[in-house]
């Protein structure tokens, strides 16, 4: 039963437009959500984070949405660079600590020159 | 130090045979992480550890497996007996809290484990 979901396994998008990566999650109890970016053979490097108090939180090209009624959050990526190319993993986690972060199965994002 | 370091990078193991991997989280950072990628999927958490004390191991397989946080030692995780099925990268990380701010794990470039 997966409890992060990201339903869209790859994506296009051509330089300079915006990347949107979508992420649903199902536990009601996770409060904090993160974003790692992955290049093949290395480890996941963190990106960025919201918490569920905010419905926004941006850090240069990249803004998280959370929508918490509908249980979802979403990366924007604007504008796009070929070094995006990597794949993207949302992860979720309780603010009191009580469990690890849970991954979803990462999207494949290409950014085409 | 200032990253993940996990040893070795690739390790080759016949079927059967022990297979112990390594990890010093970066200095400060008072939890571990081990997670499991199969076949690039998602990240099947193992075992979590407070400084040298188990946190959470609700992820671990009961048999085959174990973990070790030990002071002034790096952290390993070792696998017994190993099967085929046991065939990954594992990635260990390491964050400064459990929760909330400081919950943002940093990840070491992980261990690829074959068992053949």
């Known amino acids: 039963d997966q409890q992060v979901k990201q339903n869209s396994p790859s994506l296009s998008v051509q330089e300079g437009r915006i990347s949107i990566l979508n992420c649903d999650y199902t536990?009601?109890?996770?409060?904090?959500f993160l974003w790692y970016k992955k290049y093949p053979a290395e480890g996941p490097t963190f990106l960025i984070s919201i918490s569920s108090i905010k419905d926004k939180n941006e850090d240069g090209r990249f803004t998280v949405f959370l929508n918490k009624s509908a249980k979802h959050l979403s990366l924007h990526i604007v504008p796009s660079q070929p070094g995006d190319s990597a794949v993207y993993f949302c992860a979720a986690s309780e603010y009191s600590g009580n469990t690890p972060l849970v991954f979803g199965k990462g999207t494949r994002l290409s950014v085409i020159a | 130090g200032e990253e993940v370091a996990q040893t070795p990078k690739h390790l080759v193991r016949g079927e059967g045979q022990k297979a112990k991997l390594y990890c010093a989280p970066i200095?400060?950072?008072?939890?571990v992480f081990w997670y499991q990628q199969v076949l690039k999927n998602e990240f099947k958490f193992l075992i979590s550890f407070q400084n040298e004390n188990v946190f959470d191991e609700t992820g671990m397989p009961k048999e085959r497996f174990s973990a070790k946080c030990l002071p002034n030692s790096p952290c390993s995780l070792e696998i017994q007996a190993t099967k085929l099925e046991d065939s990954a990268v594992y990635f260990c990380?390491?964050?400064?809290?459990?929760?909330?701010?400081?919950?943002?794990?940093?990840f070491g470039q992980g261990t690829r484990l074959t068992v053949v």
């Open positions: 200095k400060g950072h008072s939890y």
């Open positions: 990380a390491s964050s400064r809290n459990a929760g909330g701010q400081g919950t943002e794990a940093f």
């Open positions: 536990n009601s109890m996770f409060d904090y």
